[in-house]
Structure formats: C-alpha cells, structure tokens
C-alpha cells in the first residue's frame, strides 16, 4: 500500500509562484508513476503532469507547458508540482496520485490511478 500527504496550497496573485509537495509513505515499489490533478469546482478532475519514477521521464499538459514542473526527490520520496506564472484558471484542489507498475496507457487519465492523497487548495486571484 502506498499513502500520499500534499502540503503546500494556499492563495498567491496572479503571477506568483507555489510549490506543492507530496510526501509518499508505504511500499513505494508498487507505483511506478504519479502525478497531479487539479479539481476545481463543480469540474472533472484532469491531469496536468505526470513522471515516470525510473528514468524521471515527464510530461505536460498544454495548459501548463512551460509554467509547471514535476520534479522528484527520491532521497526524500518526495514529489512536487513547481507552479510559475499562476493564472486564476488554475485556481482548484490539487491532487497527487500515483499508479502500479503494469498500466501503460492513460497518463493524465484519473481512472489509470490506484492511490492519492486528500488534496490540498491553490487560490489564485486577479
């Protein structure tokens, strides 16, 4: 079993910059991909990046290319979404999730995921 904590939501101004964490717990062999999924209000949650824990092979969506990173601490087991250049569409709970080995397709698909975590909040106003 795996468990996912994030940390690191809160409300910034247009522009500004957040970092999300998610601490993993448990067997950490029995994923091999995570990612994050915003949820906002009254909207499906949808993956915006993903990486792949062998070779730290990532990969975006068009909607936050070139403003969000993905990078992991391994030493730490550690994941975290870098958030640069924050819009107010981007304002929604943030999901980490991550998946077991065996699951090819589906990268920023929620359903291809078996764990996640609770959530934590990213306010961004005009």
């Known amino acids: 079993q795996v468990q996912l904590v994030e940390s690191g939501g809160g409300s910034v101004q247009a522009g500004g910059t957040l970092r999300l964490s998610c601490e993993v717990y448990?067997?950490?062999?029995?994923?091999?991909?995570m990612a994050w999924f915003p949820q906002a209000p009254e909207k499906e949650r949808e993956g915006i990046a993903t990486?792949?824990?062998?070779?730290?092979?990532?990969f975006y969506a068009h909607s936050v290319l070139g403003r969000f990173t993905i990078p992991k601490d391994n030493a730490k087991n550690t994941l975290y979404l870098q958030m640069n250049s924050l819009k107010p569409e981007d304002t929604a709970m943030y999901y980490c999730?991550?998946?077991?080995?065996?699951?090819?397709?589906?990268?920023?698909?929620?359903?291809?995921?078996?764990?996640w975590g609770q959530g934590t909040q990213v306010t961004v106003s005009s």
């Open positions: 448990g067997n950490i062999d029995s994923m091999n991909r």
């Open positions: 999730a991550a998946r077991r080995p065996g699951i090819w397709a589906g990268y920023l698909s929620p359903a291809s995921y078996n764990y």
């Open positions: 990486i792949y824990t062998g070779d730290r092979n990532s």
